[in-house]
Structure formats: structure tokens, C-alpha cells
């Protein structure tokens, strides 16, 4: 396409300019969709300036127009948190199920800034919670990131304990990330602790992302601490010495009989039916012993 100067100065702002006119150079509009940089649109909807954005929309720019790595404007406003912008696109006809060149999509992206209002507004626009990209699963980017939005995908019936070949579980990317919030919630709702990444469990990851905290929640909730990974080492063959994750590991000693008892009728019950534990005919203390409350 050849390129032709002009004199850009003639608008003061960006979002002035036609849309034939940017970076000095005379576009085709049509060829607008096959633009391998990223354009004001995408930085509009980035940093959240509406008003930008919808006279950037008004002058003619595609709603969506994608970058050459497939990058769409929508994909920018999840990834920035920007509902307002997000919603605007979607509400201009944006494809809410759009995917890069890496796998992302929007929704993977509201799950990487922890927006859950991003979230929720993608999955009204029926944009599937599973993925074929194995580097770019929401429910694992989620994990990493904040309860609100891994709640929400729960609930809408994310794989728990789905394992991706270099990402693992969902658990156990959780406590690579040190995020014991997200591990808890988990935990709660059902996840395996004994899966992780291959031979790794998800207690070898909070010992190698070094949070004490995370260690402990998972003992409380069964970790086996005599597993051993693909190079023989047992999670407390991988702390560092005087490290307080060392000394999680070593303050527990065997499963007291009561705790056997609850990991035994969790599992009996099955996550799907974990609820019902609260409508059980026993004493309220057993209930809430039952649901770690």
C-alpha cells in the first residue's frame, strides 16, 4: 500500500483525524481489519477513554479492527478493566468470543485484570468459559488473579481440576502465584488437592512459590507431604532451611482421627454434592467442622 504524506497537524488531537489519516500516512480504510500496529482504537479502549473511543467509531474505524497478532479493541478494554469501553464495543457489535494469534480472548483477558465486571459482561454475550489454547485457559489466569472472577467461572461450571500439560491445575497455579484467597476458594469448592502438574502436587508449588500460608490451607485439606515428584523430592525436600514454609511443614504431624473422618465424607459426598453437607442430619458443629468453617 503506498504510503503518502500529509500534513497531520491540521487536527489537534488524534481522535480528530479522518480516518484515512494516521501515523503521516494515507490508509485505505478497507484494509483497516490487516493493520499489524496497534491503532487509537486499541489505545482508547485500553486506557478507558470513552469519548475517544466513540469518535474514533463515529469517524469510521471497525469495532473491530485487530492488530497482526489478532488483537481486537474489545480484547484491550478487558485486559485494561474498562467496562464502560467494553460494553460500548460489545453494544457496537464486537465479537465477544474473539482470539489472538496466542489463544486470548476477551474473557481470558477480564480474568487477567481480575475485572469481574468485565467478566460478567463477556459471558452475557454467550462467550464460551472453556478454551482449546492450552496457554490461555481463563479459569488458571483467573486463579492467579482474584477471587470475584474465579467465583464467577465457577459458578458458571469452569473445570475445576482441569490440568493443562504446562500450566497444571487451576489449584496448583494458584499456589505458584501465591494466591491463597484463590487456593482457598478452591479448596472449598471442591478441588482436588492431590492434583497439580504431572508428578508435581499443588503442594510442591506453595513450597516452590514460598507461601507458608497456602501450605497450610492445603494440609488442612488432606496434601499428602510424603509425594514426590518427577525428581524423587517431597515438598519438604524442596524448602529452604529455616524458611517458614519448612516450618508449616514440620509443625504437622499425622492426620488426627477427626480429620481423617472429614476428608473421608467430603470425598464420599463428592464435590457436586458438597452442599449438601449443610442439610446433613447432625449437630451444627459437625456441619460446620464438615464445611471448614
Known amino acids: 500500500m503506498a504510503a503518502v504524506q500529509t ?19 494515507v490508509c485505505n480504510s478497507l484494509m483497516a481489519d490487516f493493520w499489524s ?69 476477551p474473557l481470558f483477558n477480564s480474568c487477567s485484570s481480575g475485572s469481574a465486571a468485565c467478566l ?47 500450566a497444571g491445575t487451576p489449584l496448583y497455579s494458584a499456589c505458584m502465584a501465591r494466591a491463597a484467597a484463590c487456593v482457598e476458594v478452591l479448596l472449598y469448592s471442591g478441588a482436588d488437592v492431590q492434583i497439580g502438574c504431572g508428578l508435581e502436587s499443588p503442594l510442591h508449588a506453595a513450597v516452590l512459590g514460598g507461601g507458608a500460608d497456602v501450605v497450610h490451607l492445603l494440609l488442612d485439606f ?35 482421627l477427626s480429620q481423617l473422618c472429614r476428608l473421608r465424607i467430603r470425598r464420599s459426598l463428592g464435590r457436586s454434592r458438597l452442599y449438601r453437607a449443610s442439610s446433613l442430619f447432625v449437630p451444627h458443629s459437625i456441619k460446620d467442622f464438615l464445611l471448614y468453617r
Open 7 to 25: 500534513d497531520v497537524s491540521l487536527w489537534s488531537q488524534p481522535w480528530e483525524r479522518p480516518l484515512s489519516v494516521y501515523g503521516g500516512l
Open 120 to 166: 460478567k459482561l463477556i459471558l452475557q454475550h454467550s462467550a464460551s468459559i472453556h478454551t482449546t489454547y492450552q496457554l490461555a485457559s481463563p479459569i488458571h489466569e483467573a486463579a492467579k488473579k482474584g477471587t470475584k472472577c474465579l467465583e464467577l467461572l465457577l459458578s458458571r461450571g469452569a473445570q475445576i481440576d482441569l490440568e493443562l500439560p504446562d
Open 37 to 105: 500496529d496497534r491503532t487509537p482504537l486499541h489505545e482508547a479502549a485500553f486506557q478507558g477513554r470513552l469519548l475517544h473511543l466513540r469518535a474514533l467509531i463515529a469517524q469510521g474505524f471497525h469495532v473491530d479492527t485487530v492488530t497482526m497478532d489478532g488483537i481486537t479493541p474489545l480484547h484491550e478494554a478487558c485486559l485494561g478493566g474498562r467496562y464502560a469501553c467494553a460494553k460500548f464495543l460489545l453494544d457496537n457489535g464486537a465479537n465477544a468470543m474473539a482470539v489472538s494469534t496466542d489463544g486470548a480472548t
Open 222 to 256: 488432606g496434601a499428602d507431604g510424603c509425594r514426590r515428584n518427577a525428581e524423587a523430592k517431597t515438598p519438604l525436600d524442596l524448602s529452604k532451611p529455616n524458611s517458614s514454609v519448612r516450618a508449616a511443614l514440620l509443625s504437622r504431624g499425622p492426620c488426627s
